[in-house]
């Protein structure tokens, strides 16, 4: 949480050296949480932010679409990785077969 107030993520009260935190950073805890199970690096999310002191909800809005176009594009490399492998193991398969036929 330290590196999320570095980076400018989120504010933290403080009192003394201790932090405090409110129900406004327990939420930005959260997003920042999930946004990370989504792909989406710290490093984005100062991008997103910017200069402003809360997120640029549309540039947000853009950047998802793009990064879901992203996994759908790789969801396909998959799926064509995927269809090679199983022709790959067919051939080997074969190849097997006609090894044993010769014994």
Same mark, same amino acid.
Request: hydrophobic share 35%.
């Given at each position: 949480?330290?590196?999320y107030e570095e980076l400018g993520l989120m504010k933290v009260?403080?009192?003394? !050296?201790?932090?405090i935190y409110n129900q406004n950073n327990i939420s930005q805890i959260k997003?920042?949480?999930e946004a990370q199970t989504l792909g989406i690096t710290l490093a984005d999310m100062v991008t997103l932010r910017g200069s402003q002191e809360d997120f640029?909800? !549309?540039?947000v809005s853009s950047y998802?679409?793009?990064k879901q176009w992203q996994v759908e594009e790789k969801i396909k490399e998959l799926e064509l990785q995927k269809q090679r492998i199983?022709?790959?193991k067919i051939s080997i398969d074969i190849c097997i077969q006609e090894l044993d036929s010769n014994l």
């Open positions: 949480m330290r590196l009260s403080r009192t003394g !050296k201790y932090r997003m920042i949480k640029d909800w !549309k540039l998802l679409i793009e199983k022709e790959y």
